[in-house]
């Protein structure tokens, strides 16, 4: 009886933290916008992807003069918070991942995320985000420090699902002209017309490279330099 009451407790327990669940992910179809880097090329399946919401977004503007990450830490002044971190305090409380990935000829955003939440008052709540709008933050890399280009995107269309009773809540969605997707801050462009199992692109905005790959950069070049002027000598 003792085992019983255990495994029934257990069981709620697993009910509960999955009643306030929420997975929103984005389905990778040919009829989805491709993502295109500043120069006009697919950007790579597999680079990043994140969804979160604004609480200002208005007064968010793309600096094309500083770099990715800057841009990104910039952000968080007009309330980003990223779907799947706790907003207290950006612990991890979430799985999955959007990323490029690969349709046909191009790539489109694609994959799921779920933020679970702990104990109701805990802080890690996933209810931080119902109904309100989604934003996707796409780079032309794996990570935000090694990324120089990157877009941010939206559609009145796209809302966080309520955290109701249940087993959760989930929704997909997708990022071809069903939707109304406009770019947030000059991060990037959106385009309505494309070719054959296509409905447009959704392009990237160039930034500068971090300071550290700038280093790279002029110490390949001066490598490079030297090695002339030996072979010329």
């Known amino acids: 009886m003792k085992k ?14 999955s009643s306030h669940a929420t997975s929103v992910g984005f389905s990778a179809t040919p009829a989805d916008r491709t993502l295109l880097t ?14 979160g919401v604004f609480t200002n977004p208005n007064s968010f503007t793309y600096n094309p003069a500083i770099s990715i990450a800057a841009n990104v830490a910039n952000m968080s002044s007009f309330g980003w918070q990223q779907f ?33 939440s702990g104990t109701p008052g805990s802080g890690q709540n996933a209810s ?27 559609s009145t269309s796209w809302t966080f699902p309520t955290n109701a009773g249940g087993l959760g809540d989930s929704i997909t969605y997708d990022t071809s002209t069903t939707y109304n997707v406009t770019d947030v801050g000059n991060a990037g462009s959106v385009s309505n017309t494309g070719g054959p199992n296509s409905s447009g692109t959704l392009q990237l905005a160039a930034g500068v490279p971090e300071p550290s790959t700038l280093a790279t950069l002029f110490g390949a070049t001066g490598f490079l330099a030297l090695l002339r002027r030996r072979r010329t000598e």
């Open 84 to 116: 799947g971190l706790n907003p207290s305090n950006q612990s991890s409380e979430g799985s999955g991942s959007l990323q490029a990935d690969t349709v046909f000829s191009g790539t489109v955003v694609g994959g799921s995320v779920t933020d679970v």
């Open 38 to 51: 500043a120069t006009s090329t697919n950007v790579p399946a597999g680079d990043l992807v994140l969804e």
């Open 4 to 17: 019983l009451t255990i495994f029934a407790a257990v069981a709620f327990g697993a009910m509960s933290a």
């Open 128 to 154: 931080y985000f119902d109904n309100k709008q989604v934003y996707l933050v796409v780079f032309n890399g794996t990570t935000i420090a090694g990324s120089t280009q990157m877009g941010v995107f939206t």
